[in-house]
């Protein structure tokens, strides 16, 4: 389902929950910062397995990062409590799979961010 604002997604997503439903949200970073409070007031205040798949817009592991959003994403996961992988090659796609679990498991948001690179198509 789409929405019309990043910042819609957690509300919408939680509702597909409470229906049954078991929706992944898709943020780029900038995107994500936007959802905040309804990410505080929603999936981490009620408790809600919500898969996060974040572009880390501006992140670069070989080179300086000078994107306000690559440098702040991480470090607000962690202030939130979040629990997060990085994915960078095709070999890291499992940790997909290891945040859907751990999110379900733990009844917790769990991000997944995707590096510069990404995986291949």
Request: negative net charge; aromatic residues 6%; charged residues 20%.
């Amino acid at each position: 389902m789409q929405v019309c604002r990043e910042g819609e997604a957690i509300g919408v997503a939680t509702g597909l929950l409470l229906g049954g439903k078991n929706p992944v949200v898709l943020h780029q970073s900038t995107g994500f910062f936007e959802s905040g409070d309804s990410l505080r007031g929603l999936a981490l205040d009620l408790n809600i397995p919500l898969l996060l798949l974040i572009g880390h817009r501006g992140w670069h592991r070989n080179s300086p990062v000078t994107d306000s959003a690559a440098k702040f994403l991480e470090p607000v996961l962690d202030a939130w409590h979040i629990n997060h992988y990085l994915v960078e090659t095709d070999q890291d796609v499992q940790r997909i799979s290891t945040g859907y679990r751990e999110a379900q498991q733990t009844n917790r948001p769990v991000a997944v961010l995707f590096g510069r690179d990404g995986i291949s198509s």
